[in-house]
């Protein structure tokens, strides 16, 4: 039992422990409250102790819990990024093996920063199909994001590549991967279905036209939205914006979310959560107010191309007129920048 609980440290949905609501600066509520005396240090040192230790809830039980969750796309396959940004305070990070140009590797290096900042990991698969799936799933991320899924069958043929027979597919080498903390983590077995949220991403107008149903195959969790492939399948790969792509995507909103309102009329059917992307012409609060249950706002290249942007064209922006520089000093010096 011991050597149970001590390899359980590294595998995301173990060693991940609740996470407080960040405030600001965000990740000061990790840090225990000063107390005086050597008794309330050591008490409030055992108490921050005991919350990291914690395990955090899985994303299936945040959603079921009424959480909307936020979260960001990582293309660049960058550790660091990665911990920054589940330093941040987002609820999970995709690590997208779809666009970016990691594999399975590059992958597990992320995963492992995540872990170590306490945040879910997501896989974005490159295809939805079961070689992809196994070697994912056997890194242990809190969840699988497969794309294209386009029907019902073809979302029923994805939960079975995240399951183990005769429920599934799953290749079957758990004594072994870190998603069982290498064979060390005896409750694997028993909960791994449970703890592992799959997600179909519905992103062609075929696909939309058969969201309801998909969305009601026992095993899918959440219906993630694609608006910039559906635009791409609908005639209009320039257009995201366009009305007939925005009406289609408030369809299949609609029938999603309907169907969840009455999952608690008929509780032994399926009825998946509703996941999106944030666009320019449709920000992620917008998503939120329209009852999305997961909502991914940026991508990390992104935020990094914008910032970027934004700091050399302030720098290249910024003029001054010659002679400009000589009442500079005196003016740090009120200002209080000089040291003397």
Known sequence: ????????????????????????????????????????????????????????????????????????????????????????????????MEHGPGGITEALACLRALDAARTPAVLRLPEACPVWAKKALDLGPAGLMLPAVESPAAAAEAVSHCRYPPRGVRGAAYPIVRASAYGLDDSY??????????????????????IDAIAAVEGVDVVQMGPLDLSASMGYLWDPGNRKVRAALR?????????????DAAPETNAAYLGGFAMPNDPAEQLKHRGYHMVAGAVDIGLFRKAALEDVKRFKEASMEIGEAEGEEEDEKEDGYWSE
Not at 251 to 263: H, I, P, S, W
Request: charged share 20%; with cysteine; net charge positive.
């Open 1 to 96: 039992m011991a050597a149970s609980i001590a390899a359980a440290a590294s595998v995301s949905h173990l060693l991940l422990g609740p996470k407080p609501k960040p405030t600001t600066p965000p990740r000061l509520s990790l840090l225990p409250r000063r107390r005086s005396g050597a008794a309330g240090a050591i008490s409030a040192s055992a108490s921050a102790a005991s919350d990291f230790l914690a395990p955090v809830p899985s994303l299936k039980s945040r959603l079921a819990a009424g959480d909307t969750l936020y979260g960001l796309f990582l293309l660049s396959f960058s550790p660091t990024l990665a911990e920054i940004a589940a330093l941040a305070g987002y609820d999970y990070v995709v690590v997208d």
């Open 189 to 210: 077995l028993s909960r791994c279905e449970d703890d592992t949220l799959i997600i179909c991403q519905v992103e062609t107008a075929a696909g939309v036209a058969e």
């Open 251 to 263: 369809e299949a909103e609609r029938k999603v979310l309907e169907a969840r309102k009455k999952k």
